[in-house]
């Protein structure tokens, strides 16, 4: 059975850092193309960043620059550089080839003072 496992979450102050892990568990074939999603409060679930295998990386505009998301196989990572309030969020990552999508169970992030 193929899951995503998430770690790395917690809680920061703003203008913080916290480094998200995704790895998938399981036999799975193949190279997936990968992403990280968030769901803030209140909010439906949003792109953050994806890297395609092959591809280039791929940004959401409230995130370039502060955040860089890197991959080495099929484990995934998402760096988190200058934290705000508004990263405040459970972040989901997502793999996916063909028809085939998984999903994690999401780690949550909190940015306060």
């Known amino acids: 059975q193929v899951q995503l496992v998430e770690s790395g979450g917690g809680s920061a102050q703003p203008g913080g850092s916290l480094r998200l892990s995704c790895e998938i568990s399981g036999t799975i074939g193949g190279i997936y193309d990968m992403g990280w999603y968030r769901q803030r409060p209140g909010k439906q679930r949003e792109l953050v960043a994806t890297i395609p295998s092959p591809g280039n990386s791929a940004y959401a505009d409230s995130v370039k620059g502060r955040f860089t998301i890197s991959r080495i196989i099929n484990t995934m990572y998402l760096q988190m550089n200058s934290l705000k309030p508004d990263d405040t969020a459970v972040y989901y990552c997502?793999?996916?080839?063909?028809?085939?999508?998984?999903w994690g169970q999401g780690t949550r992030v909190t940015v306060s003072s």
């Open positions: 997502k793999a996916w080839r063909g028809t085939t999508t998984y």
